[in-house]
């Protein structure tokens, strides 16, 4: 069973600082990894991919891959209210068939 | 690009009864996916088509579950005699290639009552 592993949070910081979201995955052949954002009772949206070890950066989010320990991570500074959303981390299977989903992570950016 | 469009948004129904779903997805998109997602989990796999064919069905779909894709272009979803466990947010995307991230639909809201 491949696994998605997320802190469920509430990760709670304040407006302007950096938020910390981690992600684990458990399939060693991996490919593609992926950040999405859903805000409540809307559908996820792509905010991120990632498919080389080492940082990517977009504008205020930063995605970071280590493949040898398993583990994908989105900084988002200068955080702001309107990014207090679900974090969802998916990865990919081998043949990048499918994503999996982690259960996500509550982030409150507080004012 | 009109983005993936699901239908209903919402979906009231009463248990045992029979249920469609329909996604268009993204026209240049030759892959199609179907998910469901309950609250306080992250959207769980249940299909998924290249093109026409269905290449991947989950392990977790039960034999009331069918989804087809004819001509490669819309999908539709249909769940028969409804459970109350059906219901959950039935979330569609596509993409156009394996290793892209998927675009999602607005999703259909399932009530089973």
Not at chain 1, 40 to 49: H, N, W
Request: proline share 4%; hydrophobic share 30%.
């Amino acid at each position: 069973q491949k696994e998605v592993e997320q802190n469920s949070g509430p990760l709670s910081v304040p407006e302007g600082a950096i938020a910390s979201l981690n992600c684990t995955y458990s399939d060693r052949v991996s490919q593609s990894f992926f950040w999405y954002r859903q805000y409540s009772g809307k559908s996820p949206e792509l905010i991120m991919s990632i498919y080389s070890n080492g940082d990517k950066e977009d504008g205020r989010f930063t995605a970071q891959l280590n493949k040898a320990s398993q583990y994908v991570s989105l900084l988002i500074r200068d955080s702001q209210p309107s990014d207090s959303a679900t974090y969802l981390c998916a990865v990919s299977e081998e043949y990048g068939n499918k994503l999996v989903f982690g259960a996500g992570t509550i982030l409150r950016v507080k004012s | 690009d009109t983005g993936v469009s699901q239908n209903p948004r919402h979906k009231i129904t009463k248990r045992g009864q029979n249920v469609t779903f329909r996604c268009d997805p993204i026209s240049e998109h030759n892959r199609l996916y179907w998910y469901r997602q309950t609250l306080g989990q992250g959207p769980e796999f249940l299909t998924y088509f290249q093109n026409e064919a269905q290449l991947e069905k989950s392990r977790l779909l039960s034999d009331r579950f069918s989804a087809e894709r004819p001509k490669g272009s819309f999908s539709t979803l249909e769940i028969q005699r409804t459970e109350q466990g059906d219901s959950a947010m039935y979330l569609c995307a596509s993409s156009r290639r394996g290793r892209d991230g998927y675009t999602f639909g607005s999703g259909t809201r399932l009530t089973v009552v």
